[in-house]
């Protein structure tokens, strides 16, 4: 039985070709730079429409193109053993008032990327795709299994990107892995004004002084995993044989509400903070919760940072969240 789990789970680790679309944003420049650190050769495309190259390790071969860019990436894809497919429109708000411009990235990126995939001769693609696919769920934690129920063109446009490199990557044979992350967090995420996520954007609050909007009652929930727990997941996907086809869901198995995680963020920040709860504002499911049983089954993966202990990262880690917190004390 061990004998079987070594063999059908043997580790492919020295120095691999790997090209990461969107390497420029908050997962991707985590991920190339800690696939650098390992010696693996890393090159990133990314168009820098919300990414920067700022914090990208100097081993990292950067590009700046879009994933559309079919000759670009024959270029790119040339001795590549491993495509990780992270470029990518990421935001539910937004992509409800531009969701032409959300499939023509989302889908249309990954149709570009996956025939130039065949041109090339690649054998891997690893997708970032997200647990807001799931839309609203009847039971919680939701599994691979569940019926998948989108509920925004962000959501169906991961969805589309799934099915794409599923099926094309069946018919021309690229093995495909997709992850569905959940909400991941961590140090240097991005905060755009119009739809920061939520952590750095209750983080920049609570730490200037200013009232905590919560969008909603408070009551809706999440499931949030730390960056570095999220690069593990990348990697293990891209190093572990016989998962091809494989659908996985990487997050931290626990639901969090949105009054715990401010509950969270007082105890480490040792301050009570104003709440202003606007519920016209809520958006998105209500619940997004993990199964994540087929991650430990096939990537040996389990998350090792706790919510608490991710907030405190970021507070160390982020020169942005030090200097307000300098500030305020
Ligand atoms: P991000 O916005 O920080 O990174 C996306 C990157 O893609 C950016 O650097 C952007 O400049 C680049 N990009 C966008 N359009 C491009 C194009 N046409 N050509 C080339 N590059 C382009 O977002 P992120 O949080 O790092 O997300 C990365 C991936 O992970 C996305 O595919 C996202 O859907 C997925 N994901 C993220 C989360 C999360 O919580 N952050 C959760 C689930 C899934």
């Known amino acids: 039985m061990t ?28 991920l190339a730079n800690y696939l650098a650190e390992q010696q693996h050769h890393v090159r990133v495309i990314d168009d820098l429409s919300a990414g920067e190259k700022v914090g990208l390790d100097s081993r990292v071969d950067f590009t700046r193109g879009d994933v559309r860019d079919i000759p670009k990436l024959w270029g ?58 799931y839309g609203e769920q009847p039971h919680q934690p939701v599994s691979e299994k569940a019926e998948m129920r989108p509920t925004s063109p962000y959501a169906v446009s991961k969805l589309a990107a799934e099915y794409y490199v599923q099926a094309i990557g069946a018919l021309w044979k690229i093995e495909s892995v997709v992850l ?52 593990r997941a990348l990697e293990r996907a ?3 044989q016989n998962i091809d086809g494989a659908c996985i869901n990487i997050a931290s198995g626990n639901d969090t509400t949105m009054t715990q995680l401010i509950d969270e963020i007082e105890a480490l920040i040792g301050t009570r903070v104003h709440r202003l709860y606007n519920e016209e504002e809520a958006s998105g499911v209500s ?43």
């Open 287 to 329: 619940h997004l919760g993990a199964d994540i049983s087929l991650a430990a089954k096939l990537l040996d993966w389990s998350p090792r940072v706790s919510l608490r202990e991710g907030l405190g990262k970021i507070l160390k880690l982020d020169p942005r969240f030090q200097i307000q917190r300098a500030a305020t004390h």
């Open 180 to 231: 569905r992350i959940f909400n991941a967090y961590g140090p240097h995420q991005q905060l755009p004004p119009s739809h920061a996520p939520v952590i750095p954007r209750f983080l920049k609050q609570a730490l200037s002084g200013g009232s905590l909007v919560v969008f909603g009652n408070g009551k809706q929930s999440r499931d949030f995993v730390y960056i570095d727990d999220v690069v």
């Open 3 to 30: 004998l079987r789990i070594i063999l059908t789970t043997k580790l492919v680790t020295n120095n691999m070709n790997v090209l990461i679309t969107g390497g420029a944003g908050f997962i991707g420049k985590a």
């Open 76 to 133: 790119l894809l040339r001795g590549v053993d491993c495509v990780y497919h992270l470029a990518a429109r990421v935001s539910v708000p937004e992509s409800i008032l531009y969701p032409v411009e959300y499939n023509a990235v989302n889908v249309g990126g990954t149709v570009a990327l996956m025939t130039a995939m065949r041109d090339a001769g690649v054998r891997r693609v690893i997708l970032a795709s997200s647990g807001a696919a």
């Open 238 to 240: 891209a190093t572990i």
